[in-house]
């Protein structure tokens, strides 16, 4: 799967709209976009995906750069319970061979939200 | 019960103990997955089962031997484990391993502690 890099930590304040970059520049076509976030003491979370379209969902939005090289997760008001380490992760869109079912974690986003 | 939950939530021990940990899923998935995640590591895949078949053994030592006995449920056992195996444990289900698309739905792990 293709690397993906994101900042170590953002801040936000509550009821703020926060913009989480991820850099995906060695993307592929065929590269679908994940998001997933870990809240402290849980399993990590689905937030959203895209491949090429901006996606909106009830959690957040995905805004995906023209060339696809970065991409965006838009949490429209954060709250506290958006406080979490945010994944961005690339899976092919026919993951097989050793990448069945395979997601590649890295450090994330450790997202702070002050009241 | 919904989603994926696993018990025990907190598990301790010794080194020549065998134990289980056990996951389940009611979202009527095809797939599970373990993961396991140490301290300021990211997450790692162990194993992962689709139609109760193992597909993927991520260079797992033996010690840790996975069982898929239906597709709603499964367990990790533990045996003759060291302490360098002490983490969060999680387990995940999806709907359709093979695709880009999929979204992985976790539980909320158990915490092991070898001594």
């Known amino acids: 799967d293709a690397k993906t890099t994101q900042p170590n930590s953002m801040e936000s304040n509550e009821e703020e709209p926060v913009h989480l970059p991820c850099n995906h520049s060695t993307i592929s076509g065929t590269d679908y976009i994940h998001w997933y976030r870990q809240l402290p003491s849980q399993g990590p979370e689905y937030v959203i995906h895209g491949l090429t379209s901006n996606v909106n969902n009830r959690m957040a939005s995905l805004a995906i750069a023209e060339d696809r090289k970065s991409s965006t997760l838009i949490l429209h008001r954060a709250t506290l319970r958006d406080a979490a380490v945010y994944y961005c992760?690339?899976?092919?869109?026919?993951?097989?061979?050793?990448?069945?079912?395979?997601?590649?974690f890295g450090q994330g986003t450790i997202l702070t939200v002050h009241p | 019960e919904t989603g994926v939950t696993q018990t025990p939530r907190h598990l301790v021990m010794g080194m020549t103990n065998k134990k289980s940990l056990k996951c389940e899923q009611h979202l009527g998935h095809n797939a599970m997955y373990w993961y396991k995640q140490s301290a300021k590591k990211p997450l790692e895949l162990m194993f992962v089962y689709s139609l109760e078949e193992r597909v993927e053994n991520n260079s797992v030592p033996s010690r840790f031997s996975p069982e898929c006995p239906n597709s709603s449920h499964l367990f990790l056992h533990l045996h003759t484990l060291q302490p360098e195996d002490s983490a969060l444990y999680l387990c995940?289900?999806?709907?359709?391993?093979?695709?880009?698309?999929?979204?992985?739905?976790f539980g909320p792990g158990t915490r092991l502690t070898v001594t």
């Open positions: 992760i690339l899976r092919d869109w026919n993951a097989g061979g050793t990448s069945y079912g395979k997601l590649t």
């Open positions: 995940a289900s999806s709907l359709s391993p093979g695709q880009g698309a999929d979204e992985q739905y």
